[in-house]
């Protein structure tokens, strides 16, 4: 059974337009929710987290939306580079010192085209 | 800063020998340790996590094992390797007693099991 899903596994966008990356979860126990970037061969690089008090987080080109009624997030990218292409994940996990596990969508592939 | 290094980068090992993969940490003090698998296709799938020495959870059965002989050194191993073994190993630490789990990953092992 998959707790966080994202369901698309590729994403092609111009440069300079809007990425979206989207994600679904299950669990409605998780609270907390993050997004890491990957290059082929490296590992996850963190980008940017939301905690459920909050709705909105912004990081310079970087937005996650956390929709909690739908159970859903999503990344923005705005304007995108042709640096950004890799692959995202989307990971969810519980607060509170002692929660250790982050769960993990299988990832999108995001390739901006120049 | 903190740095997380890991070796090798790359392996190539046939079925039924031993592995050993190894993962240490820089510029902090006690933290959780984790080792992730990434199969082709997949999400990151949570191996085994520590939060001090000689303290390893599993959380996926298997023929892996992890070990924690120093405070910032996190050791996978497997006494006979499988074809199922193949993938790509990374490991991430992250800040004890936070209330949000955000985990650091390192470059990664990509191992072939031939």
């Known amino acids: 059974d998959q707790q966080v899903k994202q369901n698309s596994p590729s994403l092609s966008v111009q440069e300079g337009r809007i990425s979206i990356l989207n994600c679904d979860y299950t669990?409605?126990?998780?609270?907390?929710f993050l997004w890491y970037k990957k290059y082929p061969a490296e590992g996850p690089t963190f980008l940017i987290s939301?905690?459920?008090?909050?709705d909105k987080n912004e990081d310079g080109r970087f937005t996650v939306f956390l929709n909690k009624s739908a159970k859903h997030l999503s990344l923005h990218i705005v304007p995108s580079q042709p640096g950004d292409s890799a692959v995202y994940f989307c990971?969810?996990?519980?607060?509170?010192?002692?929660?250790?596990?982050?769960?993990f969508g299988k990832g999108t592939k995001l390739s901006v085209i120049p | 800063s903190q740095t997380i290094h890991q070796w090798p980068a790359t392996l190539v090992q046939p079925v039924g020998s031993p592995l050993s993969l190894e993962c240490t940490v820089e510029?902090?003090?006690?933290?959780?340790l984790y080792w992730y698998r990434q199969a082709a296709g997949r999400g990151l799938q949570l191996l085994f996590y520590?939060?001090?020495?000689?303290?390893i959870s599993s959380e996926v059965p298997q023929n892996l094992s992890a070990s924690r002989p120093q405070d910032r050194q996190f050791i996978l191993s497997s006494k006979k390797l499988l074809l199922s073994d193949s993938g790509f190993y990374l490991c991430?630490?992250?800040?004890?007693?936070?209330?949000?789990?955000?985990?650091?990953f390192g470059p990664g092992t990509r191992l072939t099991v031939l």
């Open positions: 991430a630490w992250s800040v004890v007693d936070r209330d949000y789990n955000e985990q650091f």
């Open positions: 669990n409605s126990m998780f609270d907390y």
């Open positions: 939301i905690s459920s008090i909050k």
């Open positions: 990971a969810a996990s519980l607060s509170g010192a002692g929660s250790y596990q982050l769960t």
């Open positions: 510029g902090t003090s006690n933290p959780n």
């Open positions: 520590s939060v001090g020495i000689g303290q």
